[in-house]
């Protein structure tokens, strides 16, 4: 239960950098240690030990008031954090953005984003012309679809408040799925499915590193290497959008038959 947890000397911090805490569950937070205070006081201050006994009063009151005004569900204890999603941009073109939490991040993104939306721009149609850092994992995103003219990126911070990642990873997640995020709604095809359309963009063989399980992003990627140029792009870019709209989850199916599943 979110209200009793709130209670707990053990102070509640959200693990993501896009949120914060509730105004609500600060409010609990403090009627409830004011009441603790309270009783601490009448405690000390009373003579008696029957006196004593009625310190717990608002102990009990200030507990039966914070629990009804903190949130009910743990999906309310936090709320997005507008001043840390802020967008902070490159002044040169083509645009890369970070939420304002991780500007310190921007120059090592910068080369990466602009360098993945050229290789976009000259090998597919309908490229992105943008990059922004999502300020929601796309874990949490449901299947949504994904705004085809931006290039959103989950962006990992390291303790210095740069990017964790080396730039030639980082450009490696933003061509992931032809420049697409992954949809909640997965199965064991889809990733190598991903890999494969990153390493066409790329020109080279997907890293067998990067979670090849079974070499199966290279035996896509070797196949769609025998098709004709054309043919290539236009299944790229029909995993792209498939990609894009979260309808499908047999994108290994759209590299190898050029269509998404109707």
């Known amino acids: 239960m979110p209200g009793a947890l709130l209670l707990s000397p053990v102070l509640y911090r959200p693990d993501d950098d896009f949120v914060t805490v509730a105004a609500s569950a600060h409010l609990a937070q403090v009627l409830w240690l004011v009441a ?3 009783a601490g006081f009448l405690f000390y201050a009373a003579v008696q030990w029957r006196t004593r006994a009625l310190a717990a009063v608002p102990a009990v009151l200030g507990a039966v008031v914070a629990l009804a005004v903190a949130p009910g569900a743990e999906a309310d204890v936090t709320v997005p954090d507008l001043a840390a999603r802020k967008q902070v941009c490159t002044s040169d073109a083509p645009r890369v953005c970070v939420g304002a939490v991780h500007a310190s991040a ?5 080369g990466p984003g602009q360098k993945a939306l050229t290789i976009l721009a000259a090998k597919l149609p309908q490229a992105p012309t943008s990059v922004a850092e999502s300020p929601t994992l796309w874990l949490y995103e449901d299947s949504r679809p994904q705004p085809a003219g931006t290039l959103l990126v989950d962006l990992e911070i390291d303790a210095s408040g740069g990017a964790a990642e080396p730039q030639r990873d980082l450009l490696w997640q933003l061509l992931d799925g032809a420049g697409t995020r992954r949809c909640a709604n997965t199965v064991n095809d889809y990733w190598p ?3 494969a ?16 399980s079974g070499g199966q992003a290279r035996k896509l990627w070797d196949a769609l290497g025998q098709l004709r140029a054309d043919e290539q792009r236009a299944r790229v ?3 792209r959008r498939a990609a894009l709209a979260c309808a499908t989850t047999d994108l290994a199916g759209v590299l190898t038959r050029g269509s998404a599943p109707r």
């Open 36 to 38: 603790l205070l309270a």
């Open 197 to 212: 359309a990153a390493a066409w963009l790329m020109g080279e063989p997907p890293p067998a590193r990067m979670a090849d």
């Open 106 to 110: 921007l120059e090592d993104l910068r």
């Open 193 to 195: 499915a991903r890999l």
């Open 237 to 239: 870019a029909a995993l």
